[in-house]
């Protein structure tokens, strides 16, 4: 699968920005925007854009339809040293882009999750890091569709994969795709809990 062209990762990104605006994690690493929520919106597409390129050079990448609807954002099994350098390359732009401040929640954050993934042994699983359909598109299966060819890839591979999310609505979304509750976890940062979700590997 090439990668998107400039036109298609901003517009995919500008609806991962719209649906995922709301979210904890993504309002903690956007503080330097206080209440300009149009400032907000701007530069929560500026990070999905960075988070695609991260996705096509060293993960995987599926779009919800060719009008840059949505997409899902996964962490595959890609050797370490190149899924490492990816995230250093989109690391040091996130520092730039999110301010000071806003890096030093995204640190913190990700640090503590990682704290409470340790006990999990998820560490050859696949992690859906991002899977966001625009608001006004909402509706109409794409959320399912959109993850449909990743776990697709995962169950070939004979790999389990996680998530993590704020919004205890989409737990039943997840649960009928063969996600199920590992934990429920406060996240001191954003002062809001989240749940880690599991999927096992498909038997053969």
């Given at each position: 699968m090439?990668?998107?062209?400039?036109t298609?990762?901003?517009?995919?990104?500008r609806s991962?920005a719209?649906?995922?605006?709301?979210?904890?994690?993504y309002?903690a690493?956007?503080v330097?925007?206080g209440d300009d929520e149009a400032a907000?919106?701007a530069?929560?597409e500026?990070?999905f854009?960075?988070?695609?390129?991260?996705?096509?050079?060293?993960?995987?990448?599926?779009l919800?339809?060719?009008?840059?609807?949505?997409?899902?954002?996964?962490?595959?099994?890609?050797p370490?040293?190149?899924?490492?350098a990816?995230?250093?390359?989109?690391?040091?732009?996130?520092?730039?882009?999110l301010?000071k401040?806003?890096?030093?929640?995204?640190s913190a954050?990700?640090?503590n999750?990682e704290h409470?993934?340790?006990?999990?042994d998820?560490?050859?699983?696949?992690?859906?890091s991002?899977?966001?359909?625009?608001?006004d598109?909402?509706?109409?299966?794409?959320?399912?569709?959109?993850?449909?060819?990743?776990?697709?890839a995962?169950?070939?591979a004979?790999?389990?994969?996680?998530?993590?999310t704020?919004?205890?609505?989409?737990?039943?979304?997840?649960?009928?795709?063969?996600?199920?509750?590992?934990?429920?976890?406060a996240?001191?940062?954003t002062?809001?809990?989240?749940?880690?979700?599991?999927?096992k590997?498909t038997?053969?």
């Amino acid at each position: 699968m090439s990668s998107p062209s400039h036109t298609e990762a901003s517009r995919t990104a500008r609806s991962l920005a719209a649906a995922l605006i709301g979210d904890p994690f993504y309002r903690a690493v956007t503080v330097a925007c206080g209440d300009d929520e149009a400032a907000r919106l701007a530069m929560l597409e500026a990070y999905f854009v960075l988070a695609l390129a991260e996705g096509w050079q060293a993960g995987r990448v599926d779009l919800a339809d060719a009008a840059g609807n949505g997409a899902a954002i996964w962490t595959t099994d890609t050797p370490a040293a190149q899924r490492q350098a990816a995230y250093a390359q989109r690391e040091a732009a996130l520092r730039v882009l999110l301010g000071k401040r806003g890096f030093a929640h995204f640190s913190a954050i990700v640090e503590n999750m990682e704290h409470a993934l340790a006990s999990h042994d998820l560490s050859a699983a696949w992690y859906l890091s991002i899977a966001g359909i625009a608001p006004d598109a909402q509706g109409r299966g794409l959320g399912a569709s959109v993850l449909a060819p990743g776990l697709a890839a995962v169950d070939a591979a004979g790999a389990a994969c996680f998530l993590e999310t704020y919004n205890e609505r989409s737990l039943p979304f997840y649960g009928r795709l063969g996600f199920a509750v590992a934990g429920r976890y406060a996240e001191a940062v954003t002062g809001c809990d989240y749940w880690l979700m599991v999927r096992k590997p498909t038997a053969a």
